[in-house]
């Protein structure tokens, strides 16, 4: 079987702002096609960490087809692993340099080719780039060395100290040739990594001239974010990292073809982890390389779990990363930080059934389990829906760009992220949280916010909504699947992701865009104006701040959007809009950041800021080609998620609409708020799948805010949710699993059908 590998090379124009290095960016980042040929994806989904020769039988007999994890009694790896080649080619421990006996080896072997005859699949244990002794006396410029002028440690003291190899070096080379042996020797499946990133500062001699010679700079001595040369550096980091793991991909399905890559990749399941920035574990472009990325989702959480919705965006935005594709998340099952209590198997269950919502495999821990919710209980959840799950594709209608330059090089310490860079937030439990805020004050990147408050409105009002990157916002064959592109405050947008943009709402397409979009380059540089201002109706003049958080409210300012006559268009007349309205009142407050607009000829004005001494636009609607703009000049998105109030979800969800046109979604759901949608199809757009998952927390809110984790002990049913397609030739539906037909009711506005009863998740398939 050969590897057929496709790349979609696109070279990043580099435009320089008003504080732009003088050397020119003539260096090219590669955005991969997917390498994936491992078809036992399909048929084998079901993954569980912690498995041992022990336990191996009892956990395949429960269910599980995807085995990975588990220490035997000397630290080794159950599947394999942490292993590197020695100096000699044989296999090291990775952490201490020593020799793995032969009959370890044959042992682990065995274990593999047990799992393979009952059908199961393996995958290796893989961690970090750790520098072995002999790797540090011999070469010990391949050390990642992380200050100017450092110099790498001895092997003496390596033995108190672990570090790491930097993959930018020759050791990124050594560490490939180790796990192309490691797949010959034990016959892996795939491998799981954690430690699998590029979140150094590395000023090694590799990286040193490397970046010399693609850039004719040297690497700066600062991770200051605010200075733009670091910020081109951070760039470059990202780009050569991409690479590496193309070539690590490649180099191991050569071998074996089938092989799956699967390691931990950016963690944003720790909740807190975007407010790193601009550290990075990974990049966007290389899940395109990556079989199926794995995630901790509930990791590291604050104290405070009630909500669900950012473990929704999280699965949902992974599902963006690898482009359409599932990847494995492994929800945690535990409360109050990391301690290892089981919760109720309700809030097991909204866990569970939320990653395979929003269009990603759940994974299993062998540790996380009770009498109640069983391994055999968790593998059966999913094994009943496989069939509706396998080779799903998203139903194409609105796309959010959710971009690495915006969310790495825009949300600036002291601007517009209040935790600093470094400042580790951590669980308190099994990792120290270093953060100096309290937990109610910890905000992450503004772009991050914006796009979770624009998540949160798409689902609150139950609509179609994927997440793309920015190699998607590229790519004109990628946006043309879908009516509206959002912006959720993207600053960040290289001259092609405009163009492509530019180009496809003249086309027909819908924009909604919010803030400062595209008024930056890929690399935070500040442009004059909006790239787009031609296609948002509306040009750059400022940017004002009016956010807060409670209980300090100290500027904030109110908007007139029209009640009646004129002033009233599809977006802001909603009865929703309305309710926000006192008696006797024409304004509504707001609370973030706004940007002052001027609009430009042909484009129409809708609703101000009643600030002094100048009213600004609120929002601008323009006429594109034949496609439809909607600029916000307010980071509503953030607003909603920040400090919200319930006419900003229907100026969302309304100027989505409005952008589309007539383009609607072919599927309407009517439900309450708590209850999310996600839409999905089979066979070529035959099949339509729709995902519903209940989201009501009968417990929440019963504790101190700030320590009030989610522990449904309950789930409350909802009854009577209706489903309308536009389409007419719809045969059949049922509710899965369990293929419960349900009636169809023909009317003007299409086909309708009534789900009775939805308790925790439940699909409805239309055929």
Known sequence: MNIRVSMILSILSLLAGSHAPAAADDWQVTF??????????????????????????????????????????????????PF???????????????????????????????????????????????????????????????????TPITVEQLKTSHVLGCWNSPYGDWFIKSQVELVKRLDWDGYNMDGFGCWSHCFCPSCTSAYRADTGREIPAAQDVNASEYRHYVK??????TRFVQKWTAAVKAVKPDFVTAPWTTGPGRWWHWMGAPAAEGTDAMHRVLDAPFLELFWDFPADQGTNLLPSF???????????????????????GQFNMQPPRAECDLREMTVLTNGCIPAQGYWQQSADASLAHFNKLAEEREPFTRDAKSLKWAAMLVGESS???????????????????????????????????RRMP??????????????????????????DVENADTLSRYKVLILPNAACLSAKANETIRAFVKAGGGLVAMHESSVCNEFGDRREDFSLAD?????????????????????????????????????????????????????????????????????????????????????????AGSGRSAYFAADIGQAYFIAPYQYQRRLISNAVRWA?????????????????????????????????????????????????????????????????????????????????PLPLKNTDKGVEVTLPRLNVHSMIVFE
């Open 32 to 81: 991969p096609s997917p390498l994936s040929s491992a078809t036992w994806l399909d048929s084998h989904q079901r993954l569980c960490f912690g498995i041992d020769g022990k336990n191996l039988n009892e956990a395949i007999e429960d269910g599980t087809n995807v085995i990975c994890g588990g220490t035997n009694a000397a630290g080794i790896g159950f599947a394999g692993g």
């Open 314 to 336: 999280t699965c949902r935005y992974y599902r963006g990363l690898t482009g359409d594709r599932p990847a494995w998340i492994l929800p945690y099952l535990c409360g109050q």
């Open 660 to 740: 589309a046109a007539a383009a609607q979604p072919p599927i309407r759901v009517s439900a309450p708020l708590c209850v999310q949608a996600a839409f999905y199809t089979q066979n070529d757009g035959r099949r339509k799948i729709v995902h519903l998952l209940n989201e009501v927390n009968t417990s929440a809110n019963r504790a101190i805010p700030e320590n009030n984790p989610s522990q449904r002990e309950e789930t409350l049913p909802i009854s009577d949710i209706t489903l309308l397609l536009t389409e007419s030739h719809i045969a059949s539906a049922f509710e899965e699993p369990g293929h419960r």
């Open 236 to 241: 470059w980091r990202l780009g050569r990292y």
């Open 407 to 441: 969310r790495l090089l825009y949300g600036l310490p002291g601007a517009r992220t209040e935790v600093p860079l470094g400042a580790w937030i951590g669980s308190g439990v099994d990792t120290p949280d270093i953060g100096k805020l309290a937990p109610g004050e």
């Open 84 to 150: 590197i080649l020695g100096k000699n080619g044989e296999i090291t421990d990775i952490m201490s340099g020593a020799p793995v006996p032969e009959q370890t080896l044959a042992e682990l072997r065995s274990r593999v080719d047990a799992a393979h005859a009952q059908g199961a699949k393996f995958l290796g244990e893989v961690i970090r780039f750790n520098m072995t002794p002999w790797l540090q006396a011999e070469h010990p410029d391949w050390q990642d060395i992380n200050s100017p002028g450092g």
């Open 446 to 471: 503004a772009h991050m916010e914006s796009a979770v408050g624009v998540f949160r409105a798409m689902m609150e009002d139950h609509l179609p909504l994927d997440i793309i990157i920015e190699p």
């Open 535 to 623: 296609i948002f109706g509306a040009h750059f003049k400022a940017t004002e701040d009016f956010s807060a958080r409670w209980p300090n409210y100290p500027k904030w300012t109110e908007l007139y959007l029209g009640i009646a006559g004129p002033d009233l268009h599809p977006i802001n007349d909603d009865p929703v809009v309305r309710s926000n309205y006192r008696r006797g009142s024409d304004r509504l407050q707001y609370i973030g950041w706004m940007t002052d607009v001027e609009v430009a000829t042909g484009a129409v004005k809708l609703g101000r800021r009643l600030s002094a001494p100048t009213e600004w636009p609120f929002i601008v609607l323009n006429q």
